[in-house]
């Protein structure tokens, strides 16, 4: 998964997530909690054009965008429950949750994906603590829910949060700070892929 956050990375991120679909992301998270309602709307409209729902698309956070351009969505980790917000944006759309502690992640019940970061330390939210590779999997052996690492995952420990337990990863500086954002996805997909399934 592609996460956003353009106030470090300024690339249109309908841009950014094309190139990175087309290197084997699997879904984009447009995670941008500052922008205004009207912008929110015209970003989404882009994702919509650029990336198509070859992907699943998720808004962080608005139910009235999620459901008006038919994407999924991403609830924080105290947010709206998943049944709410399932019956906003419907049964086929992705419902994903941020967690941060095993207890949270027990406590998920019913969402496609679980978002556990941070992982390691990193600039998108330096402030908060980072779990290391045995809080990763201490959450993911708390829940039968798919995790995704987030904080700090990137070409040099996708493995290692993949051996801790995670399913996949999800990034935003190891696409959107190269240089090649689709060759780095393609290089994280083939690392993700290398894993054996379950």
Known sequence: MLVSD???????????????????????????????????VATALLLARGVGLDVPVLINGSFAVAARFGFGIHLPEAGPAVAEARRVVGEGALV????????????????????????????SKPAHPHLGLDGLNQIANATPIPVLAIGGVGETNAAEVLAAGAHGIAVVAAIAGSSDPTGAARRLRAIVDAVPAD
Not at 9 to 24: K, M, Q
């Open 6 to 40: 353009r106030r470090r990375f300024p690339t249109a991120f309908p841009d950014l997530a094309a190139l990175a679909v087309a290197g084997g992301v699997h879904a984009v998270q447009l995670r941008e909690p500052d922008l205004s309602p009207q912008e929110l």
């Open 96 to 123: 994903g949750r941020s967690v941060h502690s095993a207890v949270a992640a027990r406590g998920a019940g019913g969402a496609d994906y679980l978002l556990v970061g941070n992982v390691f330390p990193t600039d």
